[in-house]
């Protein structure tokens, strides 16, 4: 079994930034695969980012935050970041961090594709 437990959302003007935190605690060999998702009111959780390597250098981010998030990982706090600059009303949601072992799939941007979730925090943008 994985904890996931997310902190750092908040409330910001657009155009600030926030950075996010997942701590991951448990079978900690199993979150080769750390992705954030992120759900508004009334909408499906879509799908972020992802650090798909224990170096943390291999990523893939949704179109809508390419340039503006980055996702970090410090495998000595078992944590992964979400750095959000540039923040938008739109990214205004609440923010999931997800994680898997590794295995063959390259499918990274579906809930499906993930065994452990945390809590979630709320992230709220102002215009």
């Known amino acids: 079994q994985v904890q996931l437990v997310e902190s750092g959302g908040g409330l910001v003007q657009a155009g600030g930034s926030l950075r996010l935190f997942c701590a991951a605690s448990g079978r900690t060999r199993s979150t080769y695969v750390m992705g954030w998702f992120r759900q508004a009111p009334g909408k499906e959780r879509e799908f972020v980012a992802v650090?798909?390597?224990?170096?943390?250098?291999?990523?893939q981010y949704a179109y809508s935050v390419k340039r503006r998030f980055t996702i970090l990982r410090d495998n000595a706090k078992n944590t992964v970041y979400l750095q959000m600059n540039n923040l938008k009303p739109e990214d205004t949601a609440v923010y999931y961090c997800a994680t898997r072992g590794r295995s063959y799939s390259d499918s990274y941007s579906y809930s499906a594709d993930y065994d452990y979730w945390g809590q979630g925090t709320q992230v709220t943008v102002s215009s």
């Open positions: 650090t798909i390597s224990w170096t943390g250098d291999s990523t």
